[in-house]
């Protein structure tokens, strides 16, 4: 079978992805000041219904966050079979009480997948007879069969993700270059799979330390893919970014959009954050 045939029964195996949608926010103080201390509640206690991971008819994972810095206050995180319950909530901030008052500064709209880079089982064996395995060595059936068991849990959490109960997360998009010798696209898919291979055992460093979500925005947005990561503690977002930099297939290939970093917490509490009223 060839590459590209494998690849194809490969993303038939795993099935389609989930919508996502990373959403950014900003308070108009100004316009805060002019609602009465009774439309602020109001406001405040329909922000909090709307962005409730629990509540009936909730999309499939909702996470919020506050946001550092002056780029926006706080953020979302949607995921859903269906597009649409995702920017509903979006549309149930804007029409709420606080709605005029909330300004919508930065959107990404992606898909989860398995990357095309992630081996087959057949790849991951013809990977270890390269390596020098044999086919009929113990080692080699028992290394080939941890990894068909293990492939089937990590493409179920590439598609349809849950997310690590960890305070700091941080989002930005990326492109891959398309520049005269540095072109991403005219490279042959074994050079980007051993590319892509390298950074993965890169990141592979930081298990423990830091879980990615890589989105899709091809053909949905300006940015090709969008990268999230949720660490123990912001450190590690420094220590990971850094360290991927230095793989060829960032430091030749890859383009970074704005970085939004923040920490994980209810709407109530970034309401409190904020200063939205009591």
């Not at 087959?120 to 044999?134: K, N, P």
């Not at 849950?162 to 010798?181: H, L, Q, S, T």
């Amino acid at each position: 079978m060839s590459q590209q045939a494998e690849r194809r029964e490969h993303s038939r195996d795993v099935g389609p992805g989930w919508h996502c949608c990373h959403f950014y926010y900003r308070f108009d103080r100004s316009g805060l000041s002019r609602l009465a201390a009774s439309e602020v509640g109001e406001g405040r206690g329909q922000m909090i219904a709307a962005l409730d991971p629990a509540a009936a008819g909730a999309t499939a994972r909702l996470q919020t966050f506050v946001v550092s810095g002056h780029k926006a206050d706080f953020g979302l995180l949607l995921m859903d079979p269906d597009p649409l319950k995702i920017d509903a909530v979006h549309q149930t901030l804007l029409s709420g009480r606080l709605g005029p008052c909330l300004q919508p500064v930065y959107s990404f709209v992606s898909l989860t997948e398995v990357s095309e880079y992630v081996p087959t089982v057949s790849q991951y064996a013809a990977r270890l007879i390269h390596e020098g395995e044999s086919e009929s060595s113990p080692t080699y059936q028992a290394r080939v069969k941890a990894y068909q068991a293990r492939l089937a849990v990590m493409n179920r959490q590439r598609l349809t993700p849950d997310f690590p109960d960890w305070p700091a997360i941080c989002f930005y998009p990326m492109n891959k270059r398309r520049e005269v010798g540095a072109n991403w696209f005219r490279l042959p898919f074994s050079e980007r799979s051993r590319l892509m291979t390298e950074h993965g055992r890169s990141g592979m460093r930081f298990a423990d330390q830091v879980s990615q979500l890589i989105s899709v925005g091809i053909g949905l947005d300006d940015w090709e893919w969008g990268v999230t990561l949720w660490a123990r503690q912001p450190q590690y977002l420094k220590d990971i970014v850094y360290r991927l930099r230095f793989d060829e297939a960032s430091a030749v290939y890859a383009e970074f959009g704005p970085f939004f970093a923040g920490y994980v917490m209810p709407a109530a509490q970034i309401l409190q954050h904020c200063r939205i009223g009591d």
